[in-house]
């Protein structure tokens, strides 16, 4: 079946404008993630959907980072005024049921760069 | 906090030359390990894991073993392939549900096999 995709594969921005990064999960999978890869950080969660509920959003860098999650299906990872630190790949994962012995599925990322 | 943390590459190594690539980790509780691969142009997958200590798993060839006694999941594989030029991340899952277990993942070990 279908793998995790993420939409746009590619944003270039200019500092300070608001982005919308869009990730669609595997059918049926109750958990959804989304990750930042990063030169300097290397890989990092950010935040984490059970259904539409985020139970825990400490992980997001800063207030200008929201995310949402309808239908248990699609979620949208938004910045606003974005910054050159923005700049990563952000990465969508997705498990059938959250669990630490369960795999993670991720998608091809979407490559931000904030000129 | 948890962590972990892997050799730092690149790896060059000539085909059917051992490869190892070593992975600590710091961690409360009883985490499961993965060992994720990032083939070039692709999305993260799951190459193997294990979810109890003394478990070995193994995939294409690739084994690694959970060792609680040393934290460590070292990655080796008696015989590379130029294919098998990627970056390697070793992980372990998060232990809370709020996170949804996500992912804390190394920095990565890009390995580059040559003919």
């Known amino acids: 079946g279908a793998g995790v995709s993420q939409s746009p594969s590619n944003k270039v921005t200019e500092k300070g404008k608001d982005v919308e990064l869009r990730c669609d999960p595997i059918?049926?999978?109750?958990?959804l993630y989304w990750y930042r890869q990063s030169l300097g950080q290397g890989l990092e969660f950010l935040i984490y959907f059970q259904g539409n509920s985020a139970p825990d959003k400490s992980g997001l860098p800063s207030d200008r980072f929201s995310a949402e999650r309808t239908g248990g299906s699609v979620s949208t990872l938004t910045i606003q005024r974005t910054q050159q630190e923005d700049s990563a790949v952000y990465l969508c994962a997705s498990s059938s049921i959250p669990g630490q012995d369960y795999e993670q599925y991720f998608g091809p990322g979407t490559r931000l760069t904030v000129t | 906090g948890n962590s972990v943390t892997q050799m730092e590459g690149p790896v060059t190594l000539s085909e059917e030359a051992f490869l190892t690539i070593n992975c600590t980790y710091t961690?409360?509780?009883?985490?499961?390990l993965f060992w994720y691969v990032q083939y070039p142009g692709e999305g993260l997958q799951l190459l193997l894991k294990a979810t109890k200590a003394d478990d070995k798993g193994s995939n294409k060839g690739f084994e690694a073993t959970y060792r609680k006694e040393t934290t460590s999941f070292h990655l080796e594989k008696g015989s590379v392939q130029v294919s098998d030029s990627a970056v390697y991340f070793c992980a372990l899952s998060g232990l809370t549900s709020n996170s949804g277990y996500a992912l804390n993942f190394g920095k990565g070990t890009s390995l580059l096999v040559t003919p």
């Open positions: 961690a409360t509780g009883y985490p499961s």
């Open positions: 059918s049926g999978h109750t958990a």
